[in-house]
C-alpha cells in the first residue's frame, strides 16, 4: 500500500497568514493526489484534484502542486472559514490511502 | 448536482454485522462509482471499497475483503455496506462518496454526511 504521510501535524496561524501544508507518498503517484478539507462533524470536502485543479466553488486562495512523490497545498490568505482539518489522497492505485491529517488551528 | 443521503446511526454488538445505506438524492447514481471511507476517532480516513452501480463491480480493500460486502438496489438508486463481525475497532463514522474517473485522474465528490456505527457490549 502507499503510505502518505504529511507535515506539519498541527499548525497553528492568523486570518491573513499564507500557510503550506506538505504531503509525501512512499512511492511516485505522478499527479494523482487529491486534497479534502474537513471541519468538526462534517464530511471531508474536495478542494484540490489531479494535484494542482481547483475544484468548482473552491476560493482561488487554495492552490496545489506537486508531482511524483512530493506535494503541496497553499493557502494564499487564511480566512476564518479556513481552519479545519486537511488531508492529501492518493488515487494513483488501490487501496486509496490518505495522510493523517494536518489540523490548522487559530493563533 | 447529485447529493448523497445515508441512513442514521447505529449501535451494534461485537460479532453482528451492521448495514448502512447510501442513497442518490434526486436520482440515481448512473454510471458513477460509489466508493466507502471509514474514519475511526482519531485515524486517517480508510477507504474500503467501492461499486458501478449499472455494471455491479465491486473492489474492496484487502483489510477488508473478508468482512465488507458493497450492493445496489435493482433501480440503482441505493447502495449498501455490510459489515460483518464487528469488533470495538469498527466503532468509526462510515462515509459514501461519489468515485470520480476521468481519462487522467480519480476522485471523492460528493460526500455522504457520514453514518456513526458504535461497536459495544
Known amino acids: 500500500d502507499i503510505l502518505m504521510t504529511q507535515s506539519p501535524s498541527s499548525l497553528s496561524a492568523s486570518v491573513g497568514d499564507r500557510v503550506t501544508i506538505t504531503c509525501r507518498a512512499s512511492?511516485?503517484?505522478?499527479?494523482?493526489l487529491n486534497w479534502y478539507q474537513q471541519k468538526p462533524g462534517k464530511a471531508p470536502k474536495l478542494l484540490i484534484y489531479?494535484?494542482?485543479s481547483l475544484q468548482s466553488g473552491v476560493p482561488s486562495t487554495f492552490s496545489g502542486s506537486g508531482s511524483g512523490t512530493d506535494f503541496t497545498l497553499t493557502i494564499s490568505s487564511l480566512q476564518p472559514e479556513d481552519f479545519a482539518t486537511y488531508y492529501c489522497?492518493?488515487?494513483?492505485?488501490?487501496?486509496?490511502?490518505f495522510g493523517q491529517g494536518t489540523k490548522l488551528e487559530i493563533k | 448536482q447529485v447529493q448523497l443521503v445515508q441512513s442514521g446511526a447505529e449501535v451494534k454488538k461485537p460479532g453482528s454485522s451492521v448495514k448502512v445505506s447510501c442513497k442518490a438524492s434526486?436520482?440515481?447514481?448512473?454510471?458513477?462509482?460509489i466508493a466507502w471511507v471509514r474514519q475511526a476517532p482519531g485515524q486517517r480516513l480508510e477507504w474500503m471499497g467501492g461499486?458501478?452501480?449499472?455494471?455491479?463491480?465491486?473492489n474492496y480493500a484487502q483489510n477488508f475483503q473478508d468482512r465488507v460486502t458493497i450492493t445496489t438496489d435493482e433501480f440503482m438508486s441505493t447502495v449498501y455496506m455490510e459489515l460483518t463481525s464487528l469488533r470495538s475497532e469498527d466503532t468509526a463514522v462510515y462515509y459514501c462518496?461519489?468515485?470520480?474517473?476521468?481519462?487522467?485522474?480519480?476522485?471523492?465528490?460528493?460526500w455522504g454526511q457520514g453514518t456513526l456505527v458504535t461497536v459495544s457490549s
Open positions: 489522497q492518493q488515487s494513483s492505485s488501490s487501496p486509496y490511502t
Open positions: 434526486g436520482g440515481t447514481f448512473d454510471s458513477y462509482a
Open positions: 462518496a461519489r468515485h470520480m474517473t476521468t481519462v487522467t485522474t480519480t476522485w471523492f465528490d460528493p
Open positions: 461499486i458501478i452501480p449499472l455494471f455491479q463491480t465491486t
Open positions: 489531479a494535484a494542482s
Open positions: 512511492q511516485t503517484i505522478s499527479s494523482y
